[in-house]
């Protein structure tokens, strides 16, 4: 079975700088998703960035990009220039391809930004 | 946002009573999900389907049932509701973007079992 873990509960930054938020997962398979999700008050889960482990390049998203070891197991989360409106529950993410229907996700880091 | 709505969004009930919770999408996926949210356990599967009438178990199914007569339409069903069951529900679709088979979330329904 996949676990991920995200070791860090709790996040604050100040506006406008940089943060990374760690998640580590396991799992013995090779043919994989990677994912990180943001939960803000609202409560919505809005899909901030993925990558295909078969890829060695990291996904970037604006002011998002991830930092993916595929042999450490490690994918990381870095937010650049951050913004209040980046206050919120963050989760990554894992889903097999070859099962390919569930989605095993971390416990959730809480990021406060902070003016 | 995926086209994807919950009803109701919040819901009280009482212990032994059924409840069902309807996620509707409008873009025709093939791939529907049932989420629950506990604190500190992030999101975990309770069922999904792969199409009209095609369904299977995840990881939390005790307790609950689901139904897909049309494409559109994934209930879930607490046949008897309990306590344990007060939770955070999420509905989710699978579509390609970007190559990539991702899945994109209702808005939620909140379930308190009283």
């Known amino acids: 079975a996949q676990t991920v873990t995200q070791s860090q509960p709790e996040m604050s930054v100040q506006e406008a700088e940089t943060v990374t938020l760690s998640c580590t997962y396991d799992?013995?398979?090779?043919?994989?998703?990677l994912f990180w999700y943001k939960q803000p008050p609202s409560r919505q889960m809005i899909l901030v960035i993925r990558?295909?482990?078969?890829?060695?390049q990291n996904a970037t998203e604006n002011r998002f990009s991830v930092n993916f070891q595929k042999a450490a197991k490690s994918f990381s989360l870095k937010i650049s220039d951050s913004q209040l409106g980046d206050t919120a529950m963050y989760f990554c993410?894992?889903?097999?391809?070859?099962?390919?229907?569930?989605?095993?996700f971390g416990g959730g880091t809480r990021l406060m930004v902070k003016p | 946002d995926a086209g994807i709505t919950q009803s109701p969004r919040h819901k009280v009930t009482e212990t032994g009573t059924p409840v069902t919770l309807r996620c509707h999408q409008t873009e025709n996926h093939r791939y529907m999900y049932w989420y629950r949210q506990d604190p500190g356990h992030g999101l975990r599967l309770i069922h999904y389907?792969?199409?009209?009438?095609?369904?299977d178990k995840g990881e939390v199914s005790d307790g609950y049932s689901v139904s897909r007569s049309k494409t559109e339409d994934f209930l879930l069903t607490l046949e008897s509701a309990t306590s344990s069951q007060t939770s955070v529900y999420f509905c989710a679709i699978k579509a390609l973007a970007g190559g990539t088979d991702t899945q994109y979330f209702g808005p939620g329904t909140r379930l308190t079992v009283l």
């Open positions: 990558q295909e482990a078969y890829k060695q």
């Open positions: 993410a894992f889903v097999d391809n070859n099962a390919g229907n569930m989605l095993t």
């Open positions: 389907s792969y199409g009209v009438k095609d369904t």
């Open positions: 799992t013995s398979e090779s043919n994989y998703y």
